[in-house]
């Protein structure tokens, strides 16, 4: 709580507000209880593969960390603190851990139900049981699976994923779609079966145009699992970024990245799209927070309201 | 939520800072960031643990059992590594036991997922190094596409084999040895390797080539298990090594 008091002032002195607001004299503090000012918490993992315990204390490189009893606790305490609170992750939730051998990706999905999950979407080995593996396990999660570019209408998960969801926090509008990496060459085509995978960058500019332009959500999100980047030119988040318009956020997967800081690219606006990813096996749990405030009536040209203002790391 | 309270003057007088005037719709002004590292000295969700307690004893019941003891932590590597020749041995030893006919064992690196210990190794170490239920799958190439074969592992730089060495030289696989025996592109090969690779996984395109493919009902994972135990019931503690079956030039 202490750290959580400390770190809002921190960030509020090192943002315009907070510096606009401590100059009038305003307590910090007092920001969130305005209407003028809205916060939202994004959380999020990519890749727990299965991790349910944390890493055992054998020496190894991540002893000691993950495990879904201490993110847990941490999300709570995170929704206990703040009042908008999206929950995400980026797929690959199943494989990697006797877990997962023995129970399919039940107790996964269930931990992950309990957690209050808002989303996922599919990872490659997600799909490691096949289709069938997956679905059998998905009555166990209560979140929607979101994959824009798998087309699953010849398999049994025909209508049993979306494309996207909209999150209404407050008065914020959130458009959340997935996207899934391409199966021919990674995934047998046994485990995926008649799934067609669609070029992702044409989805996500289906997509973002409809929950920019037609839906009106204030902050576009696309939980990726693309990969953060590669040498050649596989399609990756830094590619997709690159490519699009609306992205406010890409949180990836796939690559197993972890980035000390998200990512900040241009995209074809000349607009700001952040990439996060933080490693994987529920070692992070990754935190952005957006403030928004009440502004931009249609006679304001101005547009270039999204500052990346600090960043705080609880290291 | 529009300006009308006194007590939002101030932000009236902020707005101005950013040129922009009341109006219902909300604009993103600003973003923080923060990495959260779930250590074990954090709180536990109680509920969690109970929830999944019962799922847990049943693994340790079985899962905690110690396999092998290393002389190291047994890691894997480009363009060998100490990981890589154990796991492509455990499949050469097992697949020769079962009195499979093969020429050459290999295993694509990204299966390998963890690291072995040094110390004791638990099973569950083994589940977690290879939690995937592929299995043994022999293929037949011509000389040449066994060549393309080896290139494709030259490209990534290296992966798991038994049973053969070369050179990486520009990314192409030279001085090749099948057995001791000098690479001979007139012969027919057989490799021995997982199911996944044989479906062509891991962009192992050359596998389209491959002819008489025989699959047999002995996983990856339990090769590398029977092979563990095994050297532990020899009494062995097991180190193994880079031996130089892959080198670059």
């Known amino acids: ?315 | 939520m529009h300006h009308t309270s006194s007590a939002l003057k101030p932000f009236a007088l902020f707005s101005l800072l950013f040129a922009t005037a009341c109006s219902p719709k909300l604009q993103l002004a600003s973003s923080e960031k923060a990495l959260l590292p779930i250590t074990q000295d954090q709180p536990k969700d109680s509920a969690i643990l109970a929830y999944y307690k019962p799922y847990k004893m049943h693994l340790d019941s079985q899962m905690n059992d110690i396999i092998a003891v290393s002389a190291i932590e047994i890691v894997k590597g480009r363009p060998e590594g100490p990981l890589n020749n154990l796991m492509a041995d455990a499949m050469y030893d097992t697949g020769k036991l079962k009195n499979i006919s093969f020429d050459v064992a290999y295993t694509n690196y990204g299966g390998l997922r963890i690291s072995l210990p040094k110390g004791n190794i638990p099973l569950y170490k083994v589940y977690e190094l290879m939690p995937f239920e592929n299995i043994f799958t022999t293929v037949k190439f011509s000389g040449s596409d066994m060549q393309s074969f080896f290139d494709y592992i030259a490209e990534d730089g290296g992966d798991p084999i038994s049973g053969a060495t070369f050179k990486i030289k520009d990314k192409k696989a030279i001085d090749i040895k099948i057995n001791d025996q000098p690479f001979d592109l007139q012969k027919e090969y057989i490799l021995l390797t997982s199911d996944y690779m044989a479906n062509g996984g891991d962009g192992g395109i050359i596998f389209a080539k491959a002819r008489d493919r025989k699959e047999y009902n002995v996983k990856l994972r339990d090769a590398m298990l029977n092979y563990l135990q095994q050297q532990t019931k020899a009494g062995k503690i097991i180190n193994p090594q880079n031996d130089g079956r892959i080198t670059v030039e």
């Not at chain 1, 996207?179 to 960058?201: A, C, F, M, S, W």
């Open chain 1, 1 to 315: 709580m202490a750290e959580s008091q400390l770190n809002r002032r921190k960030f509020l002195r090192n943002t315009a507000a907070g510096a606009a607001l401590l100059a009038l004299g305003i307590k910090s503090d007092s920001v969130y209880a305005k209407d003028d000012l809205v916060k939202l918490t994004i959380l999020h993992t990519n890749d727990v593969h299965s991790r349910i315990d944390p890493f055992p204390m054998d020496g190894s490189k991540y002893q000691g960390l993950g495990g879904v009893a201490a993110r847990a606790a941490l999300i709570k305490k995170i929704r206990r603190e703040e009042k908008n609170v999206l929950l995400l992750d980026a797929g690959d939730i199943f494989q990697g851990t006797p877990y997962f051998n023995f129970y399919g990706g039940e107790l996964e999905l269930k931990m992950m139900s309990m957690m209050g999950y808002d989303a996922s979407i599919m990872g490659n080995h997600d799909f490691d049981n096949g289709i069938e593996g997956f679905h059998k396990q998905l009555p166990h999660a209560n979140f929607p699976i979101l994959n824009a570019n798998y087309d699953f209408s010849d398999t049994i998960l025909n209508g049993k994923t979306q494309s996207y969801k909209i999150f209404k926090k407050g008065a914020l509008k959130i458009g959340v779609f997935g996207l899934g990496i391409e199966l021919t060459g990674l995934v047998n085509k046994q485990q995926y079966g008649n799934t067609i995978y669609l070029d992702p960058i044409a989805k996500a500019l289906e997509m973002e145009n409809l929950l920019k332009n037609e839906m009106k959500c204030d902050l576009v999100i696309c939980l990726s699992h693309l990969g953060f980047k590669y040498n050649d030119k596989k399609v990756s988040d830094i590619v997709l970024a690159q490519n699009t318009n609306y992205i406010d956020l890409i949180i990836g997967g796939h690559t197993h990245t972890f980035l000390e800081k998200p990512e900040s690219i241009s995209n074809l606006k000349g607009k700001e799209t952040l990439i996060n990813q933080v490693g994987f096996a529920g070692i992070n749990l990754g935190e952005i927070n957006f403030i928004f405030e009440h502004s931009g009536s249609k006679k304001i040209t101005y547009s270039s309201v999204v500052q990346e203002v600090n960043t705080i790391f609880k290291i």
